[in-house]
């Protein structure tokens, strides 16, 4: 129901994620400035976008600004359904007959694997097309360093796995903003300026970082909804 009800909002989360990843550098230029991989998939020649290694393309749009935007992309859909639900004080319903507890860490477990599922999509559907137009080993390139099928599936996966985890834990504390303050432009906003500020740690892709985050917002919502609850 609650996936159903926001389903616009999924589409255009995976969409803009897509788009994120689309808009990364596919090289740079002699001098300032780059070519970003939509760029160069439109305009050059086939031939010569086969030189370009699909995973080296995939990797490109991890860039500080997608770090900055991703979370927002993934977050929107859970954030925006616990903000109505507050609103509309649809809650106290749901929490009489789940109990307190179960009823807010069932909406943290919706806003985390909300997230992530959206992360998960939108680089699979962008990992998918990079497939189809770039190949696994470029033509010319260091024979020293080729990749078999296996090899580069498992690199994907990991990094899209990573990144899951990163927008699942970006997602868990836009919901956590929303049942702090119930304003959406607010929530969003502090929750871009958070980003922001860790997007070099985001970076560094330590797995222990979305998790250890997951970890402590999975604390802080019981904490927060035991004296937050009542005053909604």
């Known amino acids: 129901m609650k996936v159903k009800k926001k389903m616009?909002?999924?589409i255009l989360g995976i969409v803009a994620i897509f788009v994120l990843f689309l808009l990364g550098p596919l090289y740079h230029k002699d001098g300032d400035g780059s070519v970003s991989v939509i760029t160069g998939i439109?305009?050059?020649?086939?031939?010569?976008?086969?030189?370009?290694?699909?995973?080296?393309?995939?990797?490109?749009?991890r860039t500080s600004w997608m770090y900055t935007l991703l979370p927002v992309a993934a977050a929107i859909p859970s954030a925006s359904y616990i903000y109505e639900e507050l609103k509309s004080r649809f809650y106290m319903g749901v929490q009489m007959?789940?109990?307190?507890?179960?009823?807010?860490?069932?909406?943290?477990?919706?806003?985390?694997?909300s997230g992530g599922a959206a992360v998960a999509v939108g680089l699979a559907v962008y990992a998918a097309a990079v497939c189809m137009i770039?190949?696994?080993?470029?033509a010319g390139g260091d024979a020293g360093v080729e990749m078999n099928t296996a090899q580069f599936v498992?690199?994907?996966?990991?990094?899209?796995?990573y990144l899951a985890a990163y927008g699942m834990a970006m997602s868990a504390f836009a919901s956590f903003m929303v049942c702090l303050y119930q304003n959406l432009y607010?929530?969003?906003?502090?929750?871009?300026?958070a980003a922001y500020l860790l997007r070099e740690t985001a970076m560094r892709e330590n797995f222990a970082f979305p998790l250890f985050l997951t970890g402590i917002l999975a604390v802080l919502y019981g904490v927060m909804w035991k004296f937050r609850s009542e005053r909604i």
């Open 97 to 113: 007959r789940k109990g307190k507890y179960r009823y807010v860490y069932s909406g943290f477990l919706y806003s985390a694997v």
């Open 154 to 161: 498992i690199c994907m996966l990991a990094k899209i796995l």
């Open 8 to 10: 616009p909002y999924y």
């Open 186 to 193: 607010v929530d969003l906003s502090i929750l871009f300026i």
């Open 42 to 61: 439109l305009r050059l020649p086939r031939e010569a976008l086969r030189g370009f290694a699909a995973r080296d393309v995939f990797l490109a749009g």
């Open 134 to 138: 770039f190949p696994v080993n470029p």
